[in-house]
């Protein structure tokens, strides 16, 4: 596509409910990122897919979170048993690796746990 | 420990009056430094990328600048639409999207 299209633009969740946040990145780019941003805080790596493969989950703040790409396309971040911390913006982008080495965001899911 | 400082937090000028926004790093080994505006409820747009100290890029109103240890984004005579949040980053490591974010600058430009 056009854009990195992000769903849903907005989440509302009860404590301990999980919920899957879905990025599809522009079409060739072979790298996908997933980031957050916290109220008042700047943005802050979670997890980098290159292909399928994901060669650096370190960002992720706890086994309540996982995310798979499938396909080298679509990638799906899920939080299980959500916490009201993990509320915040979830921000995917992707890099086309060559040229031009500049990341391009979706708009972001919004996610609230209540 | 952050790696990345913006300052001000805020800013608030009136049209036509210039200014800077300040990001200073502390990485080691930088890849480079990349400015980004978003605007509210929007990712982040990119802006310019700068890799070595002296480098210098403008688009429009906008100019940005880099040292060995901090970046400047000048912006001169400013228009209610360069109202934004804008965001200093860096490529630390070999991963090109693996930034380090500073929690951004918020510029409001009234008429």
């Known amino acids: 596509g056009a854009g990195v299209s992000q769903s849903p633009s907005n989440k509302v969740t009860e404590k301990g409910k999980d919920v899957e946040l879905r990025c599809d990145p522009i079409?060739?780019?072979?790298?996908l990122y997933w980031y957050r941003q916290s109220l008042g805080q700047g943005l802050e790596f979670l997890i980098y897919?290159?292909?399928?493969?994901?060669?650096?989950k370190s960002g992720l703040p706890s086994d309540r979170f996982s995310a798979e790409r499938t396909g080298g396309s679509v990638s799906t971040l899920t939080i299980q048993r959500t916490q009201q911390e993990d509320s915040a913006v979830y921000l995917c982008a992707s890099i086309r690796e060559s040229g031009a080495n500049v990341l391009t965001f979706g708009a972001g899911s919004r996610l609230t746990v209540l | 420990e952050d790696q990345v400082t913006q300052s001000p937090e805020a800013l608030r000028l009136q049209e036509g009056e210039s200014s800077s926004l300040n990001c200073s790093y502390t990485?080691?080994?930088?890849?480079?430094l990349f400015w980004y505006r978003q605007d509210p409820g929007k990712g982040p747009e990119f802006l310019f990328t700068?890799?070595?100290a002296g480098e210098e890029k403008e688009k429009e109103r906008l100019k940005a600048t880099l040292t060995k240890k901090e970046s400047f984004l000048h912006i001169t005579a400013p228009k209610p639409e360069d109202s934004a949040t804008y965001l200093c980053a860096v490529q630390a490591g070999s991963t090109l999207g693996r930034l380090y974010f500073g929690r951004g600058t918020q510029l409001t430009v009234w008429p």
């Open positions: 700068l890799y070595s």
């Open positions: 079409s060739g780019h072979t790298a």
């Open positions: 990485v080691s080994g930088l890849r480079g």
């Open positions: 897919f290159q292909g399928n493969s994901a060669p650096d």
